[in-house]
């Protein structure tokens, strides 16, 4: 049984901290949640979606960890709100130039991955910690330094309702810290100080920007019962070789789609955008007439152009005090559909492996180390580290070699099945 006593601070409350902080809450540890941004369901503030993607393909590895976390609502609050996609839907142009879309599922078996808005997601696991008594919320408070040593880091808090602009600063005392504080993480940057930690970080030569098919209007259709102008049960890819355009599914009916594309493509357009409903038809082909030009041209310009770090870095802990996991831990391009769904994978081996340790010393009355929690968890890190780092890295690279599947590869093996078929 765990130590009620032991401290556990997470730093970070996205969907990694988040689990993170449930499966030590559930464990009987006293947990505190440090998060940099305030309540992310208090509605002033801003929206994720300002730097976040705003839905996400949730598979297996991700629902298994949640599954595991042990509280029966979750994963029922969860599906309440996904919609399952099957495979993915190819759209392009015949040489002839006729529109033409193609399904390829996802298994033979007929199992789907789930779209999932991530800020929903985010709030059920938040709603869920704030309901027990062990856990307690830390809004507004950005780690700014940690002693991995002596067990204590520093936060900069800022109070939202004082009219002063000068943040304070808190000292704390922990036992453990869960570093979930993403691709930026400050929690890693610490830990470097404190470990011999290999680390790369990779910018790759594509920007992301997003863009919202919206519900279809039924009086508009005559088709009542669907909201959706597309199939809801795809993830929809317009390949372009060298850029490319998806589109998720949320529950209102809407699509969140997503442009990825070189910097330089995107300068150019950036110079003139009313050039985008026509390079759009080029290389895009339908997409126009479901999403209007003036709405392509409005998100180009208000939504921002971000970038994609691929991070990889080993050990992931120091000693018994600290480990990183998520984005903090190995952020990835997002054409796996697995940078989220692998965090909350570590969460769950994470905790495997402590338990196992906690039940080999506890089992074992000879040993004086029986009431050392940090001896058995220092045990504990070294082996999630040697066992992760090896999966996470293969996670990263696979995530890259996707890009090309998605934006070129889909396109060749269409082709090849087309000229096969025709050749009969
Ligand atoms: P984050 O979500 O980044 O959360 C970190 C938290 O830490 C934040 O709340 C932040 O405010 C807080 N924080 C930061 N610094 C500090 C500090 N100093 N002190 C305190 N708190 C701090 N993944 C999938 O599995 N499926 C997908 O389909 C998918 N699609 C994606 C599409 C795009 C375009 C992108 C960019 C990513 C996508 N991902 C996807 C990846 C996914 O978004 C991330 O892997 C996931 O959000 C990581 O979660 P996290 O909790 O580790 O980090």
């Known amino acids: 049984?765990?130590?009620?006593?032991?401290?556990?601070?997470?730093?970070?409350?996205?969907?990694?901290?988040?689990?993170?902080?449930?499966?030590?809450?559930?464990?009987?540890?006293?947990?505190?949640?440090?998060?940099?941004?305030?309540?992310?369901?208090?509605?002033?503030?801003?929206p994720l979606n300002f730097t976040k993607s705003i839905n996400l393909a949730l598979s297996e590895r991700g629902i298994n960890a949640m599954r595991h976390?042990?509280?029966?609502?979750?994963?029922?609050?969860?599906?309440?709100?996904?919609?399952?996609?099957?495979?993915?839907?190819?759209?392009?142009?015949?040489?002839?130039?006729?529109?033409?879309?193609?399904?390829?599922?996802?298994?033979?078996?007929g199992r789907t991955i789930y779209a999932v808005d991530r800020a929903g997601l985010n709030m059920r696991l938040l709603d869920i910690l704030e309901d027990m008594p062990n856990v307690k919320f830390f809004f507004n408070h950005k780690l700014t330094g940690a002693d991995f040593k002596r067990r204590k880091a520093w936060f900069e808090f800022r109070d939202q309702t004082s009219t002063s602009n000068r943040p304070e600063e808190i000292e704390i005392d922990f036992d453990f810290m869960i570093g979930a504080d993403g691709a930026h993480s400050a929690v890693r940057y610490h830990l470097m100080k404190y470990t011999r930690?290999?680390?790369?970080?990779?910018?790759?030569?594509?920007?992301?920007?997003?863009?919202?098919i919206?519900?279809?209007?039924?009086?508009?259709?005559?088709?009542?019962?669907?909201?959706?102008?597309?199939?809801?049960?795809?993830?929809?890819?317009?390949?372009?070789?060298?850029?490319?355009?998806?589109?998720?599914?949320?529950?209102?009916?809407?699509?969140?789609?997503t442009l990825f594309m070189p910097g330089t493509e995107f300068a150019i357009l950036e110079a003139d955008s009313s050039e985008l409903p026509a390079f759009f038809d080029s290389h895009f082909p339908g997409v126009t007439s479901l999403i209007t030009p003036e709405d392509l041209i409005s998100s180009f310009q208000a939504n921002p152009h971000l970038p994609l770090i691929s991070i990889k870095c080993q050990p992931y802990h120091?000693?018994?005090?600290?480990?990183?996991?998520?984005?903090?831990?190995?952020?990835?391009?997002?054409?796996?559909?697995?940078?989220?769904?692998?965090?909350?994978?570590?969460?769950?081996?994470?905790?495997?492996?402590?338990?196992k340790h906690t039940a080999?010393?506890?089992?074992?009355?000879?040993?004086?180390?029986?009431?050392?929690?940090?001896?058995?968890?220092?045990a504990a890190l070294s082996e999630y580290s040697i066992i992760r780092v090896a999966d996470a890295h293969a996670i990263n690279d696979l995530a890259l070699q996707n890009y090309v599947e998605m934006r070129a590869s889909v396109l060749s093996r269409m082709y090849r099945v087309r000229k096969f078929l025709e050749e009969l």
């Not at 930690?197 to 919202?212: G, P, R």
Request: net charge negative; aromatic share 10%.
């Open 197 to 212: 930690m290999n680390y790369n970080q990779e910018y790759i030569d594509t920007l992301w920007c997003e863009f919202q």
């Open 318 to 355: 120091f000693s018994s005090s600290v480990v990183i996991l998520g984005d903090a831990a190995h952020a990835m391009v997002p054409f796996y559909g697995q940078g989220m769904n692998a965090g909350l994978e570590d969460v769950r081996i994470l905790f495997s492996i402590l338990d």
């Open 214 to 257: 919206k519900p279809s209007d039924p009086s508009n259709s005559g088709d009542i019962k669907s909201k959706f102008r597309i199939s809801p049960n795809h993830l929809h890819i317009w390949p372009g070789k060298k850029f490319m355009f998806i589109a998720i599914p949320s529950d209102d009916g809407s699509f969140t789609c």
């Open 69 to 109: 976390a042990d509280h029966e609502n979750l994963i029922q609050h969860v599906f309440s709100a996904t919609i399952p996609m099957r495979g993915r839907m190819i759209h392009g142009r015949t040489p002839d130039g006729a529109l033409y879309e193609a399904a390829q599922d996802y298994d033979v078996h």
């Open 1 to 46: 049984m765990a130590n009620s006593k032991q401290k556990y601070i997470v730093v970070g409350a996205g969907p990694v901290g988040s689990l993170a902080a449930l499966y030590a809450a559930k464990r009987g540890y006293q947990v505190e949640i440090y998060e940099l941004r305030s309540d992310l369901r208090d509605p002033s503030t801003t």
């Open 360 to 378: 080999v010393e506890s089992n074992n009355s000879n040993l004086s180390e029986v009431n050392d929690a940090a001896f058995q968890r220092a």
